[in-house]
Nanobody, 119 residues
């Protein structure tokens, strides 16, 4: 089992910045990829950014150039640095981890943290 706890959400004005954190604990060995997803009211949950064990990153087109994801393996923590925030970035942000266990890939989710971009 892997436990994920997000933090760092809040209210920010358009053009502002926030940094989200996701602390991983439990059986974190063999986590293949971690990522950030977001879900706005009435919409599906979409991928925002991801990073694999070798450091390869991937971003949604809507956040490229504004968001950066990174991981601190010593602290077992994933980060999402969000700059130039827009009202359309408002959503609940979720951390996700994918882990190989017994030849199968399992997915784990955090509880989410609210990000609201508004003046």
């Amino acid at each position: 089992q892997v436990q994920l706890v997000e933090s760092g959400g809040g209210l920010v004005q358009p053009g502002g910045s926030l940094r989200l954190s996701c602390a991983a604990s439990g059986s974190i060995f063999s986590i293949y990829r971690m990522g950030w997803y977001r879900q706005a009211p009435g919409k599906q949950r979409d991928m925002v950014a991801s990073i694999t064990i070798d450091g390869t990153t991937n971003y949604a087109d809507s956040v490229k150039g504004r968001f950066t994801t990174s991981r601190d393996n010593a602290k077992n923590t994933l980060y999402l640095e969000m700059n130039s925030l827009k009202p359309e970035d408002t959503a609940v942000y979720y951390c996700r981890a994918e882990k190989w266990t017994g030849g199968a890939l399992y997915t784990y989710w955090g509880q989410g943290t609210q990000v609201t971009v508004s003046s």
